[in-house]
């Protein structure tokens, strides 16, 4: 992954988490372990050990995502770094409301269709409660154009991404079917026609906690005032700062 480039450090044994490490990262470590999780999302990896943890397009399937990161953290070595890919935000959203627009015309009411996905912003926050240092999320967007239905279905095959979740429903009504294609060719269509469909990849980085690490001044020992920093004057609570 790209946001690896600007890390400059040597690891030395790496944790695939939940798949295979890319052959683009092999490099990043010369020994390489790969986690998986059981029937109740335990990671088979002992605590510690490890300096150098990723994750690659696998995350948003798990169940217990704060969980598990919480189990990448602990199989960390002080100030080991954790980083990850995964599908999240808007990621098939076209495809999640047609579908629901279909049920709700023909059926008056929805079932679950296409998995939810995390917002970036809860997974910043899910970093920071798995007890990782230096958390940073970012998401990066992509919107592909289908000429038909059937190609963007055939490619959610080939990537293993079709409906996983336990309640969901295993046929799909014709008149439903239909619907769905109509709302989806009606309101998430380009000006040729094509459909579009929106993947969002969102990026996490953290570090297991060191001494080492850049730490939070404590309150009150700052050595200027923000007014000072600001260019303004300071005024008492309710009169605004007026440039200087």
């Known amino acids: 992954m790209a946001r690896l480039v600007p890390v400059n450090r040597k690891f030395t044994r790496g944790l695939a988490v939940l798949g295979d490490v890319p052959a683009a990262l092999r490099n990043l470590a010369p020994a390489w372990h790969t986690g998986l999780l059981d029937d109740m999302d335990r990671l088979d990896v002992a605590d510690g050990g490890f300096d150098l943890a990723v994750s690659v397009l696998w995350l948003h399937s798990v169940n217990d995502l704060p969980g598990v990161l919480a189990q990448v953290k602990r199989a960390l070595n ?3 770094l954790f980083a990850a890919a995964m599908f999240g935000g808007s990621t098939l959203t076209e495809l999640r409301e047609s579908l629901a627009a279909g049920e709700i015309a023909t059926l008056d009411g929805i079932t679950p269709r296409v998995a939810p996905f995390a917002d970036v912003r809860e997974l910043g926050t899910l970093l ?7 958390p940073v999320a970012d998401v990066e967007r992509t919107t592909v154009r289908y000429r038909a239905f059937k190609t963007l279905v055939d490619d959610l095959r080939l990537m293993g991404e079709t409906n996983a979740l336990a309640g969901r429903q295993r046929t799909l009504r ?10 989806y060719g009606t309101k ?7 459909l579009l469909a929106t993947f969002d990849i969102a990026y996490l980085i953290g570090w297991s906690p060191h001494e080492s690490q850049q730490q939070p001044l404590r309150p009150g020992s700052a050595k200027m005032r923000l007014a000072d920093a600001l260019g303004t004057s300071e005024h008492p609570t309710g009169d605004k700062a007026r440039p200087r």
Do not use: M, N, V, Y
């Open 188 to 194: 998430h269509s380009d000006e040729q026609g094509k």
């Open 78 to 80: 002080p100030d080991g």
């Open 128 to 134: 920071q409660r798995a007890g990782f240092a230096l």
């Open 174 to 183: 014709r008149d439903t079917l239909r619907a769905a294609l109509e709302r």
